[in-house]
């Protein structure tokens, strides 16, 4: 299994417990694809983003560290980019950091 670090925007103005379901949907679709929630965290809780999205303007910013097989991250990124919950996403690969 490879380490991936996951990067995605929902919309600022979204309730807590709709963002709290979106945080659940994302858990929900990396187990369907084989993968593994490592670490979860918000990243930004409301930022201004360069230029609008649809209407929204501020986003909130998630960081996911995921296990997964990149056969499956692959799916992953074709299901996210059809989900309207999701405004923006970005799925990299983490490589190890080596000792000096």
Not at 15 to 44: P, Y
Not at 45 to 68: C, H, W
Not at 72 to 84: H, T, V, Y
């Given at each position: 299994m490879?380490?991936y670090e996951?990067i995605?925007i929902?919309?600022?103005r979204?309730t807590?417990?709709e963002k709290?379901d979106?945080?659940?949907f994302?858990?929900?679709i990396?187990a369907?694809h084989?993968?593994k929630?490592?670490n979860?965290a ?8 360069s ?9 909130t ?8 097989k990149?056969l499956?991250m ?7 980019q059809i989900?309207e919950?999701i405004?923006r ?5 983490a ?6």
């Amino acid at each position: 299994m490879n380490k991936y670090e996951l990067i995605y925007i929902v919309d600022a103005r979204l309730t807590d417990a709709e963002k709290g379901d979106t945080v659940k949907f994302m858990a929900d679709i990396i187990a369907k694809h084989g993968g593994k929630v490592v670490n979860s965290a918000i990243w930004f809780e409301r930022q201004k983003m360069s230029f609008p999205i649809g209407k929204a303007v501020e986003g909130t910013y998630y960081l996911l560290n995921v296990d997964g097989k990149p056969l499956e991250m692959a799916k992953l990124r074709r299901e996210l980019q059809i989900s309207e919950r999701i405004l923006r996403f970005l799925i990299i690969k983490a490589e190890p950091v080596k000792a000096v």
